[in-house]
């Protein structure tokens, strides 16, 4: 199995509410990122695990929180967004941090 | 501060002909440089990779060179197809910073019939 997979697909939501993304990957890889896409922009790092720990947050509000429950599972929960924070959230794996990364299809977020 | 500067910014070209994408980079200490082809909204899918000592790679079409010393790769797409039609970045990666890859702004490609 070589795939990242990511749930929802698209998910639209308001300024209160509470969701959360999914990211699950079985390629026994040890390293997984969050990435924000804007629109004809390169992907933005977020947040880095290695082996499940939490090693790089690239200064993310706190309004975004990302959980890694276990190796093949990464979360990213959601609160209080913004509108500008609409965008395509990608999730990546990789063998070990700095390899080369696998990214799944993203989810595409619209907040209102 | 490392960077990655991708030319040019967009091309047109015709199916069936061959382009060159440009790749230059200042990040330090290298360890590697991957191309990724990202079709509109959804994520990118890597093409190659490559380290210090690799200056060629091929993935069927796509041919990546890498010149260490000048720091600048290139992706040559040959006998371009209209799937070929998406954005090519250019990542590179350093040692210090594991799992902290610095992405060109990328090529976005249109092939045309």
């Known amino acids: 199995d070589t795939e990242v997979t990511q749930t929802p697909k698209h998910l639209v939501m308001g300024m209160t509410n509470k969701k959360s993304l999914k990211c699950e990957q079985h390629m026994g890889h040890r390293a997984m990122y969050w990435y924000k896409q804007k629109a004809k922009k390169p992907p933005e790092l977020m947040f880095v695990y290695s082996y499940e720990k939490l090693s790089i947050n690239e200064s993310v509000p706190s309004r975004f929180s990302p959980e890694c429950p276990n190796s093949s599972l990464l979360n990213l929960h959601l609160h209080a967004l913004q509108p500008e924070d609409s965008a395509l959230y990608l999730c990546?794996?990789?063998?070990?941090?700095?390899?080369?990364?696998?990214f799944g299809p993203g989810t595409r977020l619209l907040v209102l | 501060k490392n960077q990655v500067e991708q030319s040019p910014q967009s091309l047109i070209i015709l199916e069936g002909k061959n382009c060159t994408l440009q790749c230059n980079y200042t990040v330090s200490p290298f360890s590697n440089l991957r191309w990724y082809k990202q079709d509109t909204g959804r994520g990118p899918v890597s093409l190659t990779i490559m380290t210090f000592s690799e200056n060629t790679k091929s993935n069927g079409r796509y041919t990546a060179t890498l010149d260490a010393d000048t720091k600048q790769s290139s992706l040559h797409i040959t006998a371009s197809q209209l799937s070929d039609s998406a954005s090519y970045i250019c990542?590179?990666?350093?040692?210090?910073?594991?799992?902290?890859?610095?992405f060109g702004d990328g090529t976005t490609l249109t092939v045309k019939p």
């Open positions: 990542v590179v990666s350093d040692n210090t910073n594991a799992g902290k890859s610095t």
């Open positions: 990546a794996s990789s063998q070990t941090a700095g390899e080369t990364q696998y």
